[in-house]
């Protein structure tokens, strides 16, 4: 008997061995047409596909945008059966070819073999077409009902879950003709989309409302009519025409611009975009605001692209600024209303003209902004922002931006930096990265103080002197988010105070978003600033009493909670700014060891921690994923993943975790596990007390929330190089050992901190290869190759308050 048991229990495992895992079937479901991809109501791309009844398929998209034309092909070939079994991928440089056996799927790329595990009646996923999504939609279950996951390969490289919602049918008229239409709401990485299909599932329309895009059949687009629910706001009535001038400078260089007229409009107000980054990128958005009324007006700054001069970030935009607005408002077409608006340096070319003061100038909306350029990039309060700052260089000596592929900027963005960065001097770094000399490069790092060069492009204490209104927006994991911070604190003291602040739970982008990453905020932040912008350009430029200034001015949104709070100026007055203390008995260093955050200062206990910073050996930056040894010796490993992307996020999960956990130069400060919700919006600062062995050095300190699973998620970071802790000026050495006290500005950041997690503080003193290591020798830290290692010190007592400062908000 027991051997028959046992056969039996061989049998079972042999057949559990053998379990054939399958993709759904694409058989069936002929299917052929072209669908149109807009961005708003401009077309950037057209979708041309055939699906045959065995399941076979062939796309090809051509994505047409500023004078270029990129070609994007998919084939599939299914088995007898419609189950897909290759597929052969063609895009600009590279070609992939993708084979399924059985639950397997096989790529390469770059040489590598990669190796993805799908999951059983998965659908296949096409990011260029929308053909397939006719069997994600079969698959849902009308009778249960309700929001359902379904298995989606995203070829060649992830299976993914995505959620969909059946939300009933519509009747939609499309050329004078009713159609009964389906309506689904699906759910891809955070992203709400839309769909509209016919009783055969057959999609018709696909639409993306916090992007802004569609993806409509060719002869439906009278699907993307909506119901008009503001009547006061401009709509896109009007025809456009484009002409391109050579606008004259003061000094006789002239600049290229790009302008959008709308027809059968003899004056009109005028929006203005300057940008480094080719003036036809702009395309979408000067038509959406000239079908609207607007002339808008888009050029190439000084020495980029079309326009004449020679280009140094910065320096030049003020005057240009100013001679462009008034050049503008004396043309015949003008009525001499002038508005700008764009984000990262195209903020920062507003906030330039805007305090040049010309007359003509009526209102901007700088968003994504930095503020001065020795506060955040080049520099953050003295330290080299040395991965932004050669990163961004080669993005405009390489002409990036101007590539539709996107493959340009990709491979800037891939070189292994933590290599290359380690190369001393920094200086040095323009020949090895961009191939030879760069002068604006060379200017930043002689010029290491805030000095007379960076007082010709200093304009944040000149804001307080401005009389426009200013619409500022950013978000909170925007990398240039403290921008929008310390404009504003200027801004709020100006003579005009329609100074408007909309901060979400946003990366570097002038569009919501509802997510960053694997983390979503809930629907709510997907904010529609689209609207809200040409609400206020309606407002101050064309006079339309849509009673936006009736709202209040500013709009910040707290994660977790999943809701705006707002307020007439910032931070909001209900803020209590509360101070959370360091402790430890002196062994704060890594997540194991003791230290705490105490919100009383009596609770302090009071011998101070240690760590040895060593510029050899630089304290990698948690949040920015590096290889060590064990890293390597895994890699093949890797390479072999089940799935890919599973595998990215969650290397890049763990990774902050074990960083923390096992640098010795990191300490780490928790409090307990909280009882209760705290939720803080605004402005966060930290103060240390600390010393070192060194005549100078770094001091990073960065807030994180710590969920019930131990799991990081990174919100605020702020630095000081130790030399500037009196003034970005006139620096200042160290003497040996001796306590100094450092105020640190940490941005700003909106959350509920949930009941169940904790709040930590990390200190260190580099966090590479972001920023440039401080070499502790006291000179120049860019032009040197000499360092030695520095002993730091950080105090916590009631004599040596170490904390940080949070802008808790009562509910």
Known sequence: ???????????????????????????????????????????????????????????????????????????????????????????????????????????????????????????????????????????????????????????????????????????????????????????ISNIGIDIWAGQDFKIYMMNVPVQYVTYVRDGFEDLMKVKDEDPLLSKPTHDIKKETHMVPMRDGVKLATDIYFPKDVDKAPVILIRTPYKKEMEETKGNFYARRGYIVAVQDCRGRFASQGVWEPFINEEKDGHDVVEWLAVQPWSTKKIGMIGGSYVGWTQLWAAVSKPKHLTTIIPNVAPPDAFFNIPYEYGAFFIFGSIWWAQILEQNATADISGKVISDITKRDYQKDLMSLPVINLDKKLLGKENSYWRKWIKNNVNNEYWAKSNFMERLADLDIPVFLQSGWFDGDGIGSKLNYSYLRKSKNKHQKLVLGPWGHTDQATT????????????????????????????????????????????????????????????????????????????????????????????????????????????????????????????????????????????????????????????????????????????????????????????????????EALPLVKGVIRARFRQSMSQPVLLEKDTIYEYDIDMWQTGITFRKGHRIRVEIASAMFPLFSRNLNTGGHNEMDSEYVSAQQKIYHSQEYPSHIILPVIDK
């Not at 061989?10 to 069936?28: D, N, R, Y």
């Not at 065995?54 to 990129?70: D, M």
């Not at 060590?628 to 490993?637: G, T, Y």
């Not at 975790?657 to 600062?685: F, H, M, N, W």
């Open 515 to 710: 997510s960053i990453g694997d983390v979503h905020f809930g629907k709510e932040a997907g904010l529609d600033l689209q609207t809200l912008y040409l609400r206020w350009f309606d407002y101050w430029l064309k006079g339309i009493d849509n009673k936006i200034c009736d709202e209040p001015l500013v709009k910040v949104y707290l994660m977790f909670s999943n809701k705006w709070i707002t307020g007439n100026d910032y931070p909001l007055p209900q803020t209590k700014f509360t101070k959370l203390f360091l402790s430890s008995s002196g062994k704060a260093n890594t997540s194991k060891g003791d230290g705490e955050l105490v919100w009383s200062e009596q609770k302090i206990q009071t011998t101070p921690d240690t760590y040895t910073y060593n510029p050899g050996d630089p304290t990698p930056s948690p949040d920015y994923p590096t290889e060590d040894e064990d890293d390597k010796s895994k890699k093949d490993e890797k390479e072999k993943s089940t799935d890919k992307n599973k595998d990215d996020k969650k290397e890049k999960e763990n990774f902050h975790s074990k960083t923390v956990a096992k640098r010795q130069d990191i300490l780490v400060y928790e409090t307990e596990v909280l009882t209760k919700d705290i939720s803080i919006a605004g402005p966060v600062a930290a103060k240390l007390y600390a010393a070192t062995s060194a005549k100078d050095t770094d001091w990073f300190v960065t807030l994180v929330d710590i969920d019930e699973k131990g």
């Open 1 to 187: 008997m027991k051997k028959i048991w046992i056969f039996l229990l061989l049998i079972s495992w042999c057949c559990a061995q053998e379990k054939v895992f399958e993709p759904t079937s694409l058989s069936g479901m002929a299917d052929s047409g072209k669908f149109k991809l807009y961005k708003n109501e401009s077309v950037l791309g057209v979708i041309d596909y055939k699906l045959d009844e065995k399941g076979n398929y062939e796309r090809t998209f051509e994505l047409s945008y500023a004078g270029q034309v990129i070609t994007y092909k998919l084939s599939l070939t299914s088995d007898e059966n419609g189950l897909w079994s290759t597929a052969s991928i063609d895009v600009p440089g590279q070609k992939i070819g993708v084979q399924r056996k059985n639950n397997t799927a096989t790529y390469h790329v770059n040489k590598t073999e990669k190796i993805v595990t799908l999951t059983d009646q998965h659908v296949a996923y096409d990011s260029y077409g929308p053909a397939f999504e006719s069997f994600a939609l079969k698959k849902y279950d009308k009778q249960k009902g309700g929001k359902q996951n379904i298995s989606r390969f995203l070829i060649p490289a992830a299976c993914m879950d995505v959620e969909i919602e059946y939300k009933g049918t519509q009747v939609r008229k499309v050329q004078e003709k009713e159609w009964t239409l389906q309506h689904f709401h699906m759910i």
